[in-house]
C-alpha cells in the first residue's frame, strides 16, 4: 500500500533543514509532527524529599536538554547558588553548548561526549575525586547507571522530572499511513489514549531496540526499524520503505 500521510511522535523540528523536511518534498509525502509525551517538572518540595543536597556535589552528568532545564529550574526554585568551579559532563556536543543557555561556556569545567554514556567515562575518570550528581527523569534509561557503576562511578540520581502521556484525544478520527516511535512511552502513550487502537493498515516505524521491543510487546506490526546500516537514521529507513511501496 502506498503511503501518502506520516505522523511524527515528536515536537515539529525548529529549524527549516529538518530531513523530515526533505523527505516530505522528495517523496510526496504529507508529514505531521505531534509530541505523544511531554516532560513535567517535579516540585521543589518533592525534590526536597529525595534528601539530595546540591552543595555536596562538584560535578553534574547531563544526558538531555531536559535535564539541564530541570537542573537550573530546581536550583532556582530551591535557593542553591550553582559556583562557577561546578563541573558539566553532558552525553552530548549539543547537550553541552546547550548549556549556554545557562552558564558562560568555559572549556575547563564542560566535558561532552559523542552521543553515548560509554564516552563520557574517560573524562569523568580524570575527576573520579569529585561527587557526580545525575539530574534524569523517572523512566532513566538503565544503561546509563548500569555504565557509570560498572566503571566504579559514585553518583547520586536526583529525580527533577516525569515523561507523562500528552493528550491526543483530537486525533481519534484521524487516520495515518504511517506512525514513528522513538521510545516505550511514546507507545504507551498511543494506548493510554486509545485503548482500542487496532493497527489495520497503518505501518508502524520504531527507532532503537527497546521501541521495537515495547511495539511488540503492545501486538503491533514493525514495518519500519531504524537503525540499521543501510538505514542509520529513521528519515533514510522512512525515505526507502516509501520509495519500495509508492513504486507497486
Do not use: W
Request: proline share 5%; glycine share 2%; with cysteine.
Amino acid at each position: 500500500m502506498k503511503v501518502k500521510t506520516i505522523l511524527v511522535s515528536q515536537p515539529e523540528p525548529e529549524t527549516e533543514k529538518s530531513p523530515y523536511f526533505d523527505l516530505s518534498e522528495s517523496c510526496k509525502v504529507k508529514v505531521d509532527f505531534r509530541p505523544f509525551i511531554h516532560v513535567e517538572g517535579v516540585e521543589s518540595k518533592e525534590f526536597r524529599k529525595q534528601r539530595v543536597n546540591l552543595n555536596e556535589y562538584g560535578a553534574v552528568i547531563f544526558t538531555s536538554r531536559n535535564a539541564v532545564d530541570h537542573f537550573f529550574r530546581i536550583a532556582e526554585e530551591t535557593r542553591y547558588n550553582v559556583p562557577d568551579s561546578l563541573k558539566y559532563f553532558c552525553i552530548s556536543e549539543s547537550t553541552a553548548y546547550y548549556l549556554q543557555k545557562y552558564v558562560v561556556y568555559r572549556k575547563r569545567k564542560i566535558f561532552h561526549g559523542r552521543q553515548r554514556i560509554a564516552d563520557l567515562i574517560p573524562l569523568i575518570k580524570k575527576h573520579k575525586k569529585e561527587k557526580f550528581l545525575l539530574p534524569c527523569s523517572d523512566i532513566l534509561k538503565q544503561e546509563i547507571p548500569e555504565t557509570l557503576e560498572s566503571n566504579g562511578i559514585e553518583f547520586t540520581k536526583a529525580m527533577l522530572y516525569r515523561t507523562v502521556c500528552s493528550d491526543l484525544s483530537d486525533l481519534e478520527n484521524v487516520n495515518y499511513d504511517v506512525l514513528v516511535f522513538f521510545s516505550p512511552a511514546g507507545i504507551a502513550s498511543l494506548y493510554e489514549n486509545f485503548p482500542n487502537f487496532k493497527q489495520n493498515d497503518t505501518r508502524i516505524a520504531v527507532f532503537g531496540a527497546t521501541t521495537a521491543k515495547a511495539a511488540e510487546k503492545a501486538g503491533l506490526e514493525i514495518n519500519i526499524a531504524a537503525p540499521k546500516p543501510e538505514a542509520p537514521s529513521m528519515t533514510m529507513a522512512l525515505e526507502q520503505y516509501i520509495k519500495k511501496q509508492n513504486k507497486k
